[in-house]
Nanobody, 115 residues
Framework: QVQLVESGGGLVQAGASLRLSCAAS????????MGWYRQAPGKQREFVAS???????NYADSAKGRFTISRDNAKNTVSLQMNSLKPEDTAVYYC?????????WGQGTQVTVSS
């Protein structure tokens, strides 16, 4: 079993930055991929960014150039640096990890960007 704890959400104005972090804990797992998804009110959950164990990253078009995903393999953490935030970035952001045991989701952290 893998537990994920997210942090870093909040309320900011448009143009500001936020950094989300997610720490994975448990035993007997190896992290293959880590990423972030988000879900805005009334919308489906959507992919934001991911990073695999080799460090290769992938971003949604909406995140390219503004968001940066990184991971610390020693600490089993993944972070999402979000710059130039827009009101349309408002959503609950979920950490997602893929391990040899399965796929796990965090509880979500709210990001609200005011105009």
């Amino acid at each position: 079993q893998v537990q994920l704890v997210e942090s870093g959400g909040g309320l900011v104005q448009a143009g500001a930055s936020l950094r989300l972090s997610c720490a994975a804990s448990g035993s007997g797992f190896s992290l293959k991929a880590m990423g972030w998804y988000r879900q805005a009110p009334g919308k489906q959950r959507e992919f934001v960014a991911s990073i695999i164990s080799g460090g290769i990253t992938n971003y949604a078009d909406s995140a390219k150039g503004r968001f940066t995903i990184s991971r610390d393999n020693a600490k089993n953490t993944v972070s999402l640096q979000m710059n130039s935030l827009k009101p349309e970035d408002t959503a609950v952001y979920y950490c997602n990890v893929v391990t040899g045991l399965g796929v796990y989701w965090g509880q979500g952290t709210q990001v609200t960007v005011s105009s």
